[in-house]
C-alpha cells in the first residue's frame, strides 16, 4: 500500500507562518506531480499549490506570492511553506501525489488524510 502523512499543522496567529510536511511511504516505484489542497467549511475543495517531480510550482491565486510549494525527491516528501498567513486560510490541509506503486501498471492519485491550519486573528 501507498501512505501519505501530512504533519506541521496547527493553530497560529494572523500574519504568522506554519510549514507543512507530506511523506509519502510504502510500496512506491515513482512519484510524479505532488500537490496541497484545502477544504475549510462550508466550502468546497481547492487548489493550493501543485509541483512537478522536476521542480515547477504553480499556485492559486489566493496564495500566490505568500505560499512556496517545494519537494525533496529522495524523501519522497513535499512541503508548503505558508507566510503571511490569514483567517481566511483556515482549513484542512491535504496532501496529495500521483504515485507509480511497485508493481503496479499506472498512476493512480493518492490522498492523505489532512492537517488542520488554524488562524486566529
Known amino acids: 500500500q501507498v501512505q501519505l502523512v501530512e504533519s506541521g499543522g496547527g493553530l497560529v496567529q494572523a500574519g504568522g507562518s506554519l510549514r507543512l510536511s507530506c511523506a509519502a511511504s510504502g510500496n512506491i516505484f515513482s512519484i510524479d506531480a505532488m500537490g496541497w489542497y484545502r477544504q475549510a467549511p462550508g466550502n468546497q475543495r481547492e487548489l493550493v499549490a501543485t509541483i512537478t517531480f522536476g521542480g515547477r510550482a504553480s499556485y492559486a491565486d489566493s496564495v500566490k506570492g505568500r505560499f512556496t510549494i517545494s519537494r525533496d525527491n529522495a524523501k519522497n516528501t513535499v512541503y508548503l511553506q505558508m507566510n503571511s498567513l490569514k483567517p481566511e486560510d483556515t482549513a484542512v490541509y491535504y496532501c496529495?501525489?500521483?504515485?507509480?506503486?511497485?508493481?503496479?501498471?499506472?498512476?493512480?492519485?493518492?490522498w492523505g488524510h489532512g492537517t488542520q491550519v488554524t488562524v486566529s486573528s
Open positions: 496529495s501525489g500521483d504515485i507509480l506503486r511497485l508493481g503496479a501498471s499506472q498512476r493512480l492519485n493518492y
